[in-house]
């Protein structure tokens, strides 16, 4: 029997030996196999302690249904995404599989995958985990691994395309968080010729210093402190190094902060945002003379997008960057780093320009605890009560519900989104003051007691 809420709307994802073992996994490979219709998957794996197990047991499958892999073993998610832009020996990937578990417990593990350059995602991933079920065992085969090095080829990738860095005076601290972003930064920082000093560096799938997660505060105490002493600019990556924190020592820069940055040497781009992006980045865009559009959250829904928008740049909040302007499309923290320090290095004060920014008071992700049948209920009745708000309510100037539901006031905005990847409700408000934040997010959070009331009471 194989759980099939480890099958997500952006990839897969349980707990080792609970959800992910020997059956289900072999079983998922084999499935996988008949989804790609070359023959060379590229696999590999992050730094958790059960990585190369699941490694061994996906190889069997793929190896089962008739795929060769290739592999480079432990390498951050950017370098496995990589491969599938690279020919080895002649040959070139018509699939990937990076093994992570991201930014979420120890005991977590997944698979991110790619087909054909494109994200495996969405109903794909669903009709995936129903096929596994139904299989009754998957056939023993020798298995087949051919060792690639897209590591090396990877940082000399970056140290080609940014050597216009070399010897920048500034002082750079980071901190890889005990996850893989430590297997290649320290050499592209080192041939670059960069002043730059690391923290946790080690790959380590327990994670001793702190959970390795950028965007939340708590975890960036250390690096804040380091920054403080040492350094103009900081650094922050998540286990698997696909995304980033980004500290000056004014600023906690979020990721629809730097897209702003990041667009501003772009000539008129188009920049993807996620529905949690805040509205001064799709004005700013917008008045730049961009073209800016607002999405579901979520790496894959924000890959499809680009490609289908042939845009040069997308953000989440969260700090997953993904560049197409010279780069391949996709989220990549490593990448992300080298165009920060590309800015500062052509001039750009980047203090000065967060602070020339129109001001206003944005809440962090605020999390609503519930269960995975209720959670997209939710929303529904959300959007049924917004048809007809109490009288206190304040005054709606739109609703989006490209995902979830984005209800514009006069003076801000507030966010009910479903998350594709766990048990709750996330929420966000914005406005030009403090009080209003305050006001639409109490109100907004009655919606949601009552909706859950609503919910109840129809089971």
């Not at 993904?322 to 001039?347: C, N, P, Q, S, W």
Request: net charge negative; with cysteine; proline share 4%.
């Amino acid at each position: 029997m194989i759980s099939q809420s480890i099958f997500r709307e952006y990839d897969i994802r349980g707990i080792f030996e609970k959800e992910l073992n020997e059956e289900s996994v072999m079983k998922i490979g084999y499935v996988l196999a008949s989804k790609i219709n070359g023959i060379y998957v590229a696999v590999d794996y992050d730094a958790r302690s059960h990585s190369l197990q699941l490694f061994e047991w996906l190889a069997a499958g793929l190896n089962a249904g008739g795929k060769q892999i290739l592999s480079t073993g432990i390498v951050p998610t950017p370098v496995n995404y990589f491969t599938n832009y690279q020919a080895w020996n002649g040959i070139t990937p018509s699939a990937s599989v990076m093994i992570t578990g991201s930014h979420n417990p120890p005991e977590y593990n997944g698979f991110k995958i790619t087909v054909d350059q494109a994200p495996f995602f969405g109903e794909d991933i669903y009709r995936l985990g129903k096929e596994a079920e139904r299989i009754a065992s998957v056939p023993r085969v020798p298995r087949e691994v051919i060792k690639i090095d897209a590591v090396t080829r990877y940082i000399d990738y970056m140290v080609t395309h940014f050597s216009h860095l070399k010897g920048m005076k500034e002082h750079i601290v980071y901190d890889c968080g005990n996850g893989v972003a430590g297997i290649v930064l320290p050499e592209i920082f080192t041939r670059l010729e960069l002043h730059s000093k690391g923290i946790f560096i080690e790959p380590d799938g327990m994670f001793p210093n702190h959970h390795p997660d950028p965007s939340d505060e708590k975890n960036l105490k250390e690096i804040k402190a380091l920054l403080a002493k040492e350094g103009d600019i900081a650094f922050a990556y998540d286990g698997d190094a696909d995304r980033i924190a980004v500290l000056t020592r004014k600023y906690n820069i979020k990721g629809d902060q730097m897209a702003l940055l990041y667009a501003m040497k772009m000539e008129n781009p188009t920049v993807i945002g996620e529905v949690k992006c805040s509205q001064v980045m799709y004005d700013e865009l917008k008045r730049r003379g961009a073209t800016a559009i607002m999405y579901k959250t979520g790496h894959s829904n924000l890959k499809v997008k680009m490609k289908e928008a042939n845009a040069q740049l997308a953000c989440e909040v969260s700090g997953h960057i993904f560049f197409k302007d010279r780069y391949f499309g996709y989220d990549d923290a490593v990448y992300a780093t080298l165009r920060m320090l590309e800015l500062i290095h052509d001039g750009i004060d980047i203090d000065k320009e967060i602070e020339a920014l129109p001001k206003v008071f944005s809440t962090e992700e605020i999390k609503v605890e519930t269960t995975e049948e209720e959670k997209f209920k939710l929303i529904e009745e959300i959007k049924l009560l917004l048809k007809n708000p109490p009288a206190d309510f304040p005054a709606i100037v739109d609703i989006i519900e490209v995902d979830g539901v984005r209800i514009n006031f006069e003076k801000g905005w507030g966010l009910v989104r479903a998350s594709n990847t766990t048990p709750i409700l996330v929420t966000r408000f914005e406005s030009e003051d403090a009080l209003h934040a305050k006001e639409y997010e109490e109100k907004v959070n009655d919606l949601i007691t009552e909706a859950k009331r609503l919910v109840k009471s129809t089971r």
